[in-house]
């Protein structure tokens, strides 16, 4: 039926109008409570076997929606409701901004793929930080985990870019489950420099700093997200820097800015668009970071896999190669509001015809057994 929807109605309208048709939708259905819970029931059925505890959380199972899809956290209950057991919302900055000019986001159909270069369009710390606390203090629909992913304004020049990140923490600490510190988006000038170990230890440190300082009585988990174009030594950079500063964690992987070597079929017009590509052809790459991060890291903190997760069987391959948890967006885009259920069908049977007791005791297996 989606497929249907998608071929002859959605994939004919531009990407972003189909996305906030789509996003308007899922948060009406799931301002109506009869109808929210029915949607649930069938959607997201829960399943004891997938039951995760990853940065000292609870969670129904380890498979959320990546950020990007709802940057102003409009959307958590909606999303909660398809069947995501973390939602992370963002990216926000401290200051509001509308993003690049359109059109902006763009399908690679042939590929199963999106070109995107929105620019961390959103409302901005504060005013995100005052809804996450309207919906806390009326109580969520549902109970899921919250992350919230922040990044640089984009008209902070890159020497103030701490204390942009600071004020954006000390903001939103307060209602995150968890908090993501986004350096890898290439869609914000010089964003990507902050990767550089030299620069992303006081950045990581003073977001650190502040959380503690914001929520003295609750330590919250802090993420760093990294980018697949990475060269090796930079990602084992970043992981013996994540264990030196006590992060609780990395998300492996962003967008690329690659387009060679990536077997895209699509538009050469489209392909050629300025953004980051997610989706399909991102799946080896992403994948490759992670076992690289988990070789490093080991258990020691978490790892969440993202970029490329299509289904049940890329979900599995993420945690037999080192993610905790593991996130999704752009196969949403392709395969509708009954892509949660199907992940998390065929992770259940998968997990059962394996010799591993749990996901947590899966976590790795392979990149082990691979290891000398």
Request: positive net charge; hydrophobic residues 45%; charged residues 25%.
């Amino acid at each position: 039926m989606y497929r249907l929807l998608f071929r002859t109605v959605l994939s004919r309208m531009d990407a972003e109008r189909a996305h906030h048709l789509a996003t308007a939708w899922i948060a009406l259905a799931a301002r109506v409570p009869v109808l929210r819970t029915f949607l649930a029931a069938y959607l997201a059925p829960r399943r004891r076997a997938l039951r995760t505890e990853a940065l000292g959380l609870r969670m129904h199972g380890p498979f959320g929606l990546a950020a990007g899809f709802d940057k102003n956290a409009t959307l958590i209950d909606g999303m909660a409701m398809l069947g995501f057991d973390h939602v992370e919302t963002g990216t926000v900055t401290a200051r509001p901004q509308p993003g690049n000019p359109g059109p902006r986001l763009f399908r690679l159909v042939p590929d199963r793929a999106l070109v995107n270069r929105m620019g961390f369009n959103n409302d901005g710390s504060a005013s995100v930080a005052a809804r996450l606390a309207r919906r806390a203090a009326r109580g969520p629909a549902f109970r899921t985990t919250v992350g919230v992913n922040i990044g640089k304004t984009k008209a902070v020049p890159e020497a103030e870019a701490v204390a942009d990140y600071v004020t954006s923490a000390e903001r939103l600490a307060p209602y995150a489950d968890y908090l993501v510190v986004n350096v890898s988006s290439p869609n914000t000038p010089g964003l990507r420099n902050l990767q550089a170990a030299e620069q992303l230890r006081p950045l990581l440190a003073a977001v650190r700093e502040a959380a503690d300082r914001t929520v003295p009585g609750r330590r919250v988990p802090l993420l760093v997200k990294i980018a697949p174009d990475l060269a090796d030594e930079d990602v084992d950079a970043v992981a013996d820097l994540a264990l030196d500063l006590g992060l609780d964690g990395i998300i492996a992987t962003n967008t690329t800015v690659a387009r060679d070597g990536l077997g895209l079929t699509a538009d050469p017009a489209v392909v050629a668009e300025t953004g980051g590509l997610s989706g399909a052809p991102l799946k080896q790459r992403s994948l490759e970071v992670l076992r690289r991060l988990y070789e490093r890291v080991g258990d020691r903190i978490v790892l969440v896999g993202v970029g490329g997760v299509e289904d049940a069987e890329d979900v599995w391959r993420r945690i037999l190669a080192g993610a905790t948890l593991v996130q999704g967006y752009s196969a949403f885009v392709y395969r509708g509001p009954l892509w949660c259920r199907s992940v998390h069908k065929g992770l259940a049977a998968r997990l059962a015809a394996s010799p591993h007791a749990t996901l947590a005791e899966a976590v790795g297996a392979d990149t082990r057994k691979a290891t000398p």
